[in-house]
């Protein structure tokens, strides 16, 4: 794998000197730019456009392109997995995922396999479409669901503000959640596995729910599979791992085999790098809502946010993914201010 012309997120992640720290945002490639409204517009809906490399790929490089970012991710879904698992979804206009089918019992589980990485090759497609898109501009990023996230929307069967029915399984049967935890975490691998073959630089794991478990429970039944996947990918490309709402869990995330910790806007930097510790990277951690206010106040918390972290193992980034009715005039002026930051 060739090291990129722009390499500032590879070396901030591995904690080697940068000129600059790196940036990107989480859901870049989506909602707020013109040019991917016109791209979905022409097709069927959200699953057709992720599901035709040409176009994935095509979205994949308008933020590079128009926002001037430091790295691309690959435009795809976590939903994808549970897909090749058998378990397929609808994106329902306005309210999100929608599985017909859920799982609830031992009978459902027979129903889906462990996921054939071949089943997701539309998703290696993009990602070498893209690359050659990007010409070793900047690094691509891959990514999946954290497999307890990914649980969530199995059992269900869509969003939801509590999971109750999902967080109902891990009181009442432990041994259901964990077969298909194990059943997720080994697709997830070989998916994550294809990715890099394919010639990703980095990868995430977003665990987008991660914030509605108690300690206990997340230590339970989110960190062991955490861990699996991270040690299976070990010794290939950088990962990030990003459990949103789950404060509590820095100190347990930094402790597996990883580059970089994800950090959401409710932590203070200062307080997140002393349970990190000084030999993993963060990322984040701009409240996407500032991205409302003026552009000097902007400029002037995305500063405040840089200095905070520092300028060597940080990436610079929101702390969740950006609104879709966020203006791309206000993202470039984020992405700017950090280009230009200049460290005391």
Known sequence: MSTPQNDLLL??????????SPVWLMRQAGRILPEYRAVRASLSGFKELVETPERAAEVTLQPVDILGV???IIFSDIL????????????????????????????????????????LNYVYEAIRITLKGLDGRVPLIGFAGAPFTLLCYMVEGGGSKTFSTARKM?????????????????????????????????????????????????????????????????????????????????????????????????????????????????????????????????????RSMLRAFGKNRYIANLGHGVYPDTSPEAVKIFVETVKTFQHD
């Open 11 to 20: 070396r901030a992640a591995k904690g080697l000197p940068v000129e600059r």
């Open 70 to 72: 430091d790295a691309a």
């Open 80 to 119: 994808v997995i549970p897909e090749a698992m058998g378990l397929s979804y609808e994106m329902v206009e306005k309210r999100g995922p929608h599985f017909p089918q859920t799982i609830r019992s031992e009978a459902d589980l027979k129903g889906i396999r462990i996921a054939e990485p071949e089943s």
């Open 170 to 302: 891990l009181m009442q049967r432990p041994d259901l959640a964990h077969h298909l935890l194990e059943m997720i975490t080994q697709s997830s691998i070989a998916y994550l596995k294809a990715q890099v073959d394919a010639g990703v630089h980095l990868l995430q794991i977003f665990d987008s729910w991660a914030g509605i478990l108690s300690p206990d429970t997340y230590r339970k039944f989110s960190i062991p599979y955490l861990e699996k996947i991270c040690r299976a990918l070990d010794s290939t490309v950088p990962i990030t791992l990003f459990a949103k709402g789950a404060h509590f869990s820095y100190s347990d995330l930094a402790a597996l085999p990883c580059h970089t910790i994800g950090v959401d806007w409710n932590s203070p930097p200062d307080e997140v790098r002393q349970r990190v510790g000084p030999d993993r990277s963060l990322q984040g951690n701009l409240d996407p809502a500032v991205l409302y206010a003026s552009g000097k106040e902007i400029a002037e918390q995305t």
